[in-house]
């Protein structure tokens, strides 16, 4: 197996209370908020912001947002049965890869056979998951916009959940969109396309090449 790595999932308030479970919080740094501390993907933790949402109001069924820090690429999960951490924890291992190559090959930016190649890599690298109770307000407002799309899906269609289909027609039209976001090195505005710049990452991942120092490191507190 190649290096070790971490996926950090930062789950909001609304999705631990929906898993029942206590999740630490990462350490407030000064002058900030608890639990709204910033995630930033760097070389050895990739880093995921998990929020649930009611597809109607109090619905039996539900939609799971999940958004990675860097690119704000994000997928859905929905759900109608509450799911314990370790279900949704191996749901979300394999899903961010599955959902990465139908929106590349949707999208056409490389050849299948280099989108096999990169699967191929990534599932060479031993990834150890870590669960936080946290809110990256940045990434939030995405997650936000996202759950109007899904709402606004549900009563075009008269439906009370997503189908595996929609969910992944969602995530790829959002995924292959310009978004806006904030630069967390600039603090200026700059615009992405998420599956671009996931891919990027990735690969940084794959190379070993050292990415951008974390903002929040959960590395580096482990420990403490």
């Known amino acids: ?28 740094l000064e002058g900030k908020q608890v639990g709204v501390n910033t995630l930033k993907s760097d070389s050895t933790t990739m880093c995921w912001q998990a929020h649930i949402i009611d597809n109607q109001y109090k619905s039996y069924e539900k939609t799971i947002i999940v958004c990675e820090a860097n690119s704000r690429f994000i997928f859905f999960i929905p759900v109608t049965a509450r799911l314990t951490l370790d279900d949704l924890t191996k749901l979300l291992t394999m899903e961010w890869q599955a959902m990465l190559a139908e929106t590349l090959e949707s999208y056409q930016l490389i050849p299948r056979s280099d989108i096999a190649m990169l699967l191929s890599e990534l599932s060479d690298l031993t990834f150890s998951v870590e669960w936080v109770k946290n809110t990256d307000l940045s990434i939030n407002g995405h997650i936000s916009d996202a759950g109007l799309w899904v709402e606004q899906i549900l009563i075009e269609q008269g439906a009370s959940e997503l189908s595996a289909q929609q969910a992944t027609e969602l995530a790829i039209y959002l995924n292959t969109s310009v978004k806006r976001i904030t630069s967390k090195e600039t603090k200026r505005k700059e615009k992405v396309i998420p599956v671009e710049k996931l891919l990027a990452y990735c690969r940084t991942l794959v190379l070993g090449d050292g990415a951008e120092t974390n903002v929040v490191s959960f590395e580096d507190y482990r420990n403490k």
């Open 1 to 28: 197996m190649g290096r070790k790595l971490s996926l950090l999932f930062g789950a909001s308030n609304s999705l631990a209370k929906w898993l029942k479970v206590e999740l630490p919080r990462l350490p407030t």
